[in-house]
């Protein structure tokens, strides 16, 4: 089993950046994959990122590419997300999520944290 915790979020400009941190625990983090979703408000939680255990692979939703970063710190239990350039659409809470195997499926995710807002305005 792995608890989550995400940090890192705030209000920010269009343009700004941010990074967010997701924090686990567990001896056995680095067998995991851990995705990054966000959900907007009256909109349904979507997929942004995940980064493989190993953190060789990983793959982003079309809208943030080249924009976004996932990365891993297996030594420090901790997964990333920098945030470059962002837009007011950005704004969502963000949660990190962790399973298995990599996968953007919302459903596929065993393990979740409890969030951080990201308010991006224009």
């Known amino acids: 089993q792995v608890q989550l915790v995400e940090s890192g979020g705030g209000l920010v400009q269009a343009g700004d950046s941010l990074r967010l941190s997701c924090a686990a625990s567990?001896?056995?983090?680095?067998?995991?994959?851990v995705g990054w979703f966000r959900q907007a408000p009256g909109k349904e939680r979507e997929f942004v990122a995940v980064v493989s255990g190993s953190g060789r692979t990983s793959y982003y939703k079309d809208s943030v590419k080249g924009r976004f970063t996932i990365s891993r710190d297996n030594a420090k239990n901790t997964v990333y997300l920098q945030m470059n350039s962002l837009k007011p659409e950005d704004t969502a809470v963000y949660y990190c999520?962790?399973?298995?195997?990599?996968?953007?499926?919302?459903?596929?995710?065993?393990?979740w944290g409890q969030g951080t807002r990201v308010t991006v305005s224009s």
């Open positions: 567990g001896r056995t983090f680095s067998t995991y994959a």
């Open positions: 999520a962790a399973r298995g195997s990599i996968s953007s499926d919302v459903s596929d995710y065993n393990y």
